[in-house]
C-alpha cells in the first residue's frame, strides 16, 4: 500500500510540472498577443492621425484656392459692373506710378472718367462749319480724345490682369504653406522624400538654363519668377546637420510634411530616339511594379516586343515646357481671354444679374456695342499729310497714327448708335476657367452608385483647382513584424541582382548598408493621401442653378465651401513629392542607359557619379534586369499561352477552351496571374543575373 501511495505522489508531482510549463508558455503567448495587440491600436492610431494631418492639408489648401478664385472672380466684376474706369482707385494706380510716363500721356483726361463721361461722342451736327463743311479738327480732336480714353482702359485693365495674376501665384502658394502647417498640427511630421523632391524643385525654378529659357519673363506684366522663389524658399524650415552616411554637413528643411503631386517645367519625360514602344512602357512607373510583381497579363504586350541587341535604346530626358503662367503647385487652372463673347456668355446665362444691385450697372448696360465713327489707327510714325484730297492722316503724339475720312462723313458716322459712346467691350479681358474644369459626363451616373448620395445641383463637375496631399509616416512597433521597413520599399536586394558581375561588390555594398538601416529600426511605414477641392454654384435670375465654369468660362466670386472628395473620382495628375526615387532615377540613372552596352555598365557609371543616391535606383534597376533576362520573359509568355480551362467535345475528348491570358486577364479578373512579388524572388537563382 505504501508503494502504491508513493507512486500516486509521484505522479502527482510529475503533472504539477507539466502544468507549469503549460503555464508559461500560455503566458508567453498572452504577452505576444498584448504586443501584437499594443502594436496594432498603435499602427491604427498612427493611421487615424496621419489620414487626419492629410485630410486638415487638403482642406486647408482648397481653402486657399476657395479665396483665390474669388479673389480674382471679384476683380472680374470690377470689370464687369463698370467700376474699373469708373472708381479713383484704379485711375491712381496708372496716374500716380513714378516708374513711368503715364501720368503726363494722360494728364488731360478727367480724373477719374465717370460711366456717364467716358468716350461720350458729340452730335453729328457739332461737326459741321457754318458752311456745310466738315470741322475736321473738331472730329480729329473728338478722336484723339477718345483714342486716349480707349487706350487709359487698356493700361487700367492690364493692372487688374497683373492682380489676377499674382494672386494665381501666391494664392496657392500660402495654401501650400498653409496646408503644412495644418498637417504638423495634425501629428504629422517631417517627410524627407517630399522635402528633398521640393528643394529639388526650387532649385530648378532657380536654375537659369530651365526656367529662363522654358518660361515667360512676364506674365501679364508681372515678373513672377523673382518673388516665387521668395515665396517657396519661405515655406522651407532649414536646419544644418550631419549625415552620417555620407560624413558631410547639408542643408536640411524641415518645412516639408504632406506633399502633393503636380505639373512643372523640366519634369522628366522618358523617350527614345528614334521613338520605341519600350520606352513608352518604361517611362510607365506602373510597369516596374509588374515587372517585380510577375504581373504577366499586365506585361503581355511588353513581353511580345523585341528584345534584340541592346533593347533600351537611346534614352532621352525630355523635359515638360507647358508653363501655365500660375503657381504650378495646387494650380487653380486659370487663363485669360480678351474675346468680348466671354462677358455676353456670362451676361446670356443669367450669371451677373445678381451683381447689378445697389446702383451697380452692367457694363453694356452703359456701353451699347455699336461706335458713333470709324476710323483707324496704327503705329506707324507719320507726318500730317493728305490722301487723295479726301483721307486726313494726323501724327500728334508718339506712336498713334490715326486716319481720317471726313469726306465720307455722312457715310461713316453711324446713326445707328445711340448711345454716343464707343465700344469698350473689346478693350477687357478676362480671367476664365481652362479646359480642366468640366462635366463628369457619361460617369456620373456610375458615380452616384458608390457615393452615399446624388450630386447636389450645380456641383457635379471636375473640378481644375484640386488640393491633393500625401504622406508617409514613420511608426515604432515593439514586435517590429509588421509592415515595411524604411528603406525597404526601395528595392529588392540589389547586391544578388549583380552578383557574379563586374559590379557585384559595389551592388553588394549598397544592399549591406539598405539591410542595416532596414534591420537597425523595426520601422513601419504608414502611408496615406487625401484630396479636397473649392465647391460652388450660380444662381440665376429663373432660380437655375450653374456650374461655376456655365457663365462664359468667366470666373466669379461663387465659392462658398470645401469639401474632401474620393481620389478616384478626380485623379490629379503630375509627379509625387513622395516619389524623390522616381525623379533621382529619370533624372540620373536613365540617361546613363543611353548609349551604354548593358544594364551593369549603366550601374558601375552611377556608382561613381552619384554614390549616394544608388538606393533610389536599385527598385527600378532590379525590374530592368529582370526584364532583360529571356528565362523571364518566356516564363510570363509560357503561362499566358498556357491553357486555363479545358472543355470535352461530344465524344468525351479534352480540348482547350481558354488560356491564361483569355480567362484570367479579361478584365484583369484573374490577379497578377499567379506570379509572385519580388521579395519572394531568388534573383541568384534563375533570376536576372544574366545582364548582358
Known amino acids: 500500500m505504501k508503494r502504491n501511495k508513493t507512486a500516486m505522489t509521484r505522479c502527482g508531482r510529475g503533472e504539477q510540472g507539466q502544468v507549469l510549463i503549460l503555464a508559461v508558455v500560455a503566458l508567453i503567448l498572452v504577452i505576444i498577443a498584448i504586443l ?34 474669388n479673389l480674382i472672380g471679384e476683380l472680374n466684376l470690377v470689370r464687369a459692373t463698370g ?15 513714378p516708374n513711368s510716363n503715364a501720368a503726363e500721356f ?38 484723339l480724345r477718345v483714342e486716349k480714353e480707349k487706350r487709359f482702359l487698356d493700361a487700367l485693365d492690364g493692372l487688374v490682369s497683373q492682380l489676377q495674376t499674382r494672386i494665381s501665384f501666391a ?5 501650400f504653406g498653409a496646408a503644412q502647417q495644418a498637417a504638423k498640427n495634425n501629428g504629422i511630421t517631417y517627410d524627407p522624400d517630399s522635402s528633398d523632391f521640393y528643394i529639388k524643385y526650387l532649385n530648378l525654378v532657380g536654375n537659369e538654363g530651365v526656367y529662363e529659357r522654358l518660361t515667360p519673363v512676364f506674365v501679364n506684366d508681372y515678373a513672377w519668377r523673382t518673388p516665387y522663389i521668395s515665396m517657396l524658399n519661405s515655406i522651407l524650415d532649414y536646419s544644418t546637420q550631419h549625415n552620417d552616411f555620407t560624413g558631410e554637413t547639408e542643408n536640411r528643411a524641415y518645412g516639408i510634411a504632406a506633399g502633393t503631386k503636380f505639373k512643372f517645367v523640366g519634369m522628366p519625360n522618358l523617350t527614345t530616339n528614334p521613338p520605341s514602344d519600350l520606352a513608352n512602357y518604361l517611362g510607365d512607373k506602373n510597369i516596374y511594379d509588374m515587372i517585380l510583381a510577375h504581373d504577366w497579363c499586365g506585361l503581355d504586350r511588353l513581353l511580345r516586343l523585341d528584345f534584340n541587341g541592346n533593347w533600351w535604346g537611346d534614352f532621352e530626358c525630355e523635359f515638360e515646357d507647358d508653363f501655365p503662367g500660375q503657381s504650378e503647385i495646387l494650380p487653380l487652372h486659370i487663363d485669360f481671354s480678351e474675346s468680348a463673347e466671354t462677358y455676353s456668355d456670362a451676361k446670356e446665362s443669367g450669371a451677373l444679374s445678381r451683381y447689378a444691385k445697389g446702383g451697380k450697372k452692367l457694363f453694356d448696360d452703359v456701353f451699347n456695342r455699336e461706335t458713333p465713327y470709324e476710323y483707324e489707327v496704327s503705329d506707324d510714325v507719320e507726318t500730317n499729310e493728305e490722301h487723295d484730297g479726301n483721307k486726313h492722316t494726323y501724327y500728334t503724339f508718339t506712336n498713334i497714327t490715326i486716319t ?20 469698350l467691350l473689346p478693350h477687357l479681358s478676362w480671367a476664365v476657367f481652362d ?14 452608385e458608390y457615393l452615399r448620395g446624388r450630386f447636389k445641383q450645380g456641383m457635379d463637375y471636375r473640378s481644375g483647382a484640386l488640393a491633393y496631399f500625401e504622406a508617409e509616416q514613420d511608426t515604432v512597433t515593439v514586435t517590429g513584424s509588421m509592415g515595411r521597413t524604411r528603406r525597404g520599399r526601395h528595392a529588392p536586394d540589389i547586391g544578388q541582382v549583380f552578383a557574379g558581375t563586374d559590379a557585384g561588390a559595389d551592388a553588394k555594398a549598397v544592399s549591406g548598408t539598405l539591410n542595416r538601416l532596414g534591420n537597425t529600426r523595426a520601422i ?27 457663365a462664359g468660362r468667366m470666373v466669379l466670386p461663387v465659392f462658398t465651401e470645401t469639401a474632401l472628395i474620393p481620389i478616384a473620382l478626380e485623379p490629379v495628375n503630375g509627379m509625387s513629392m513622395t516619389d524623390i526615387d522616381w525623379l533621382y532615377y529619370l533624372t540620373e540613372f536613365v540617361p546613363l542607359l543611353s548609349g551604354s552596352p548593358s544594364i551593369e555598365d549603366a550601374w558601375k557609371r552611377a556608382v561613381e557619379l552619384y554614390p549616394t543616391h544608388l538606393s533610389y535606383y536599385t527598385y527600378y534597376v532590379a525590374a530592368l534586369a529582370m526584364l532583360s533576362n529571356p528565362d523571364f520573359r518566356q516564363a510570363g ?3 499566358l499561352d498556357a491553357t486555363a480551362v479545358w472543355a470535352k467535345d461530344e465524344n468525351g475528348n479534352n480540348y482547350p477552351l481558354y488560356t491564361n491570358r483569355e480567362y484570367n486577364c479579361t478584365g484583369r479578373r484573374g490577379g497578377n496571374g499567379g506570379g509572385h512579388g519580388w521579395r519572394g524572388t531568388n534573383f541568384s537563382n534563375g533570376g536576372p543575373s544574366s545582364l548582358h
Open 83 to 97: 467700376t474699373l474706369i469708373s472708381d479713383p482707385f484704379f485711375a491712381k494706380g496708372i496716374l500716380d506710378n
Open 435 to 448: 479646359e480642366e474644369w468640366g462635366t463628369y459626363g457619361e460617369d456620373k451616373q456610375e458615380w452616384e
Open 404 to 423: 481720317i475720312n471726313s469726306a465720307l462723313f455722312e457715310e461713316t458716322y453711324n446713326d445707328r448708335d445711340a448711345d454716343r459712346r464707343y465700344d
Open 637 to 639: 509568355l509560357d503561362w
Open 36 to 69: 501584437l495587440l499594443f502594436d496594432v491600436q498603435t499602427v491604427i492610431r498612427g493611421k487615424v492621425k496621419a489620414q487626419n494631418g492629410v485630410d486638415a492639408a487638403a482642406l486647408t489648401g482648397a481653402e486657399w484656392q476657395k479665396h483665390s478664385l
Open 524 to 550: 513601419n511605414r504608414i502611408e496615406t493621401n487625401a484630396e479636397a477641392k473649392p465647391i460652388g454654384r450660380i444662381r440665376t435670375e429663373d432660380g437655375q442653378f450653374l456650374r461655376p465654369f456655365e
Open 171 to 175: 494664392g496657392p502658394l500660402i495654401g
Open 106 to 143: 494722360f494728364s488731360d483726361l478727367p480724373k477719374p472718367l465717370t460711366q456717364e463721361e467716358y468716350t461720350l461722342f458729340p452730335e453729328k451736327a457739332e461737326f459741321y462749319n457754318h458752311d456745310g463743311t466738315v470741322n475736321v479738327e473738331k472730329l480729329f480732336q473728338e478722336i
